[in-house]
């Protein structure tokens, strides 16, 4: 990434500028809910709204969990969303206007230069893609498409590691560290993106028992040859690609261990897909079916291309359960313990896999105590998961915040099953973004702008 899109670096201790136009909105990660939120904040700007400007804070580089080496995937693995699911999908800019008024096309049409066709016109692989067949891009293709389009929107990234978050002023403040010192990064706001660290259901020990990145690693370094028989833990998208790779690529026997009867495909009906682009009806729902919807099309589910992949294989079965303790046997493999409907067995294996993805709540180890207590206040409780999933709102943030706090990670029972995903971020930016702008004056400065711009 060019340094045109990065902050320099400020002796430790001093503030970083957040610009005249006013405290900037925090995210953490500079993956595509950040890129997406910059490029949605530059058209908006440009089109009169007086939205916050994003300032990514990412520990490591743009798109990084789509790279190689990086602990998600080696790069090469295809991405599980239709790339038309963009930055700006579904390109719906009701949110600023009505359907017939000039300033939504042109929002849209904005919009339109950050597509993904327009990275690939702009690369001149535009029609060689056409004739492949559209076919998914790579996770390392995908990575490009998103470091291209935030250096166009100039996404601001601070290139360091969130130590901290309190609440200061109405706002944010993160206290970050770079490896050499340690700064402040002040906001009106804060979004958590990103998958956290994995949560884990055993304990890896970085040969026989590894995590994702640890197995991603092995995959980069040469997966041994005595990993014949490989148990994965997991049945979501994370574990797709992982069970693709053993079983399609390494030619591998691959035993996955899913909570639930089998492998579940993602549904890719108009029907199921609706709900995804576009959330209106999901609060008109009951909580059973909406829990139903998302345990159905979302959790634990393998993607159609992955499962398109594995039925060209016999390398792969799975057993329904939890993994609820590993052990050496005396043959030099891993015992996997398993329970199920009250009982428990156990299976031997080469290698294990612990790819049951990351943990939502993961930001809470950052709270400051007077954020912490704030959440605890909104929440009425506990800081539990599922206090949280209840009290999203419509700008994707804990509801009775003082400083607004965006999880869409967490957002899909209340707000819409997209959010969390690749499904939706152009809906998405368009719900935080406006949670920051009065909506009549606004709408004068806009229609403004557009009728300046129009007699120029």
Not at 36 to 56: H, I, N, Q, T
Not at 194 to 219: E, K
Not at 301 to 326: I, K, M
Not at 433 to 451: M, Q, S, T, V
């Amino acid at each position: 990434m060019s340094n045109s899109t990065t902050l320099d670096r400020h002796p430790a201790g001093e503030a970083w500028e957040t610009g005249p136009a006013g405290a900037p909105l925090l995210v953490i990660g500079a993956g595509p809910k950040a890129i997406a939120l910059a490029v949605k904040s530059r058209v908006l700007r440009a089109a009169g709204f007086d939205v916050p400007e994003v300032l990514a804070v990412e520990r490591d580089s743009t798109a990084a969990n789509w790279r190689e080496g990086r602990g998600w995937t080696n790069g090469l693995q295809r991405l599980g969303t239709l790339p038309e699911k963009d930055l700006g999908f579904p390109y719906d800019c009701s949110t600023w206007g009505d359907a017939d008024d000039p300033l939504t096309g042109e929002i849209a049409r904005r919009m339109a230069g950050f597509s993904w066709s327009s990275h690939l016109l702009d690369r001149g692989s535009y029609a060689r893609w056409i004739d492949r067949g559209r076919p998914q891009p790579s996770h390392r293709e995908w990575a490009a498409y998103l470091e291209w389009a935030a250096e166009r929107a100039g996404l601001r990234t601070v290139i360091a590691e969130v130590r901290h978050a309190e609440i200061t002023d109405g706002g944010w403040t993160l206290t970050v560290h770079d490896g050499e010192r340690t700064s402040e990064v002040h906001g009106c706001g804060l979004l958590v993106s990103g998958p956290g660290p994995t949560a884990g259901a055993v304990d890896p020990d970085g040969t026989r028992v590894v995590d994702t990145a640890g197995f991603w690693r092995l995959v980069t370094e040469g997966l041994p040859a005595r990993a014949r028989q490989v148990t994965v833990i997991g049945a979501g998208e994370t574990a797709g690609t992982i069970v693709r790779e053993l079983a399609v690529g390494l030619d591998r026997q691959v035993t996955v261990v899913t909570p639930r009867a089998t492998l579940y495909s993602r549904g890719e009906s108009a029907f199921e897909n609706r709900y995804y682009s576009d959330p209106t009806g999901w609060t008109g729902l009951t909580e059973a079916d909406r829990l139903e919807f998302i345990r159905r099309t979302d959790r634990a589910v393998f993607s159609q291309d992955v499962q398109d992949d594995l039925a060209l294989t016999r390398n792969v079965t799975w057993e329904p359960g939890r993994v609820v303790g590993t052990g050496e046997a005396g043959t030099g493999q891993v015992e996997v313990e398993i329970a199920y409907g009250g009982r428990r067995h156990s299976h031997l294996a080469d290698l294990v896999v612990d790819a049951t993805g990351g943990d939502p709540m993961w930001f809470t180890r950052l709270l400051g105590p007077r954020a912490e207590q704030a959440l605890r206040d909104a929440l009425g409780g506990d800081l539990a998961r599922e206090r949280v999933e209840r009290t999203i709102d419509t700008s994707l943030a804990v509801d009775g915040m003082p400083a607004p706090l965006h999880l869409p990670n967490l957002a899909a029972l209340a707000q819409g099953p997209g959010f969390p995903n690749l499904s939706s971020l152009g809906r998405l930016s368009d719900r935080v973004l406006a949670a920051y702008l009065p909506a009549p004056a606004a709408e004068d400065r806009a229609h403004a702008h557009y009728e300046g711009a129009a007699q120029r």
